[in-house]
Nanobody, 115 residues
Framework: QVQLVESGGGLVQPGGSLRLSCAVS????????MGWFRQAPGKQRELVAV???????SYADFVKGRFTISRDNAENTVYLQMNSLKPEDTAVYYC?????????WGQGTQVTVSS
């Protein structure tokens, strides 16, 4: 079994920054891709960023240049550095990890961007 726990969400003003963390525990051997989705009220969950085991990142167009995904394989942790936050970034952010043919999810962390 694989467990994921996110942290780092909160309330921030427009233009501010937050750093989300997601720690993976349990059966962490052969964790492959890791990433972040988000879901705003009344909207579908959407992919924000993903990073391969080798460290190659990919981003949704709406966060390119503002968000940075990284991972520490030794610590089984994935991070999302979010800069220049906008009100439209307000959502619950979920991390995930893929192991073999399964995808595991965290419980989500709320990010609110508001003045």
């Amino acid at each position: 079994q694989v467990q994921l726990v996110e942290s780092g969400g909160g309330l921030v003003q427009p233009g501010g920054s937050l750093r989300l963390s997601c720690a993976v525990s349990g059966s962490t051997f052969r964790i492959n891709a890791m990433g972040w989705f988000r879901q705003a009220p009344g909207k579908q969950r959407e992919l924000v960023a993903v990073i391969t085991r080798a460290g190659s990142p990919s981003y949704a167009d709406f966060v390119k240049g503002r968000f940075t995904i990284s991972r520490d394989n030794a610590e089984n942790t994935v991070y999302l550095q979010m800069n220049s936050l906008k009100p439209e970034d307000t959502a619950v952010y979920y991390c995930y990890a893929e192991r073999y043919d399964s995808r595991y999810w965290g419980q989500g962390t709320q990010v609110t961007v508001s003045s």
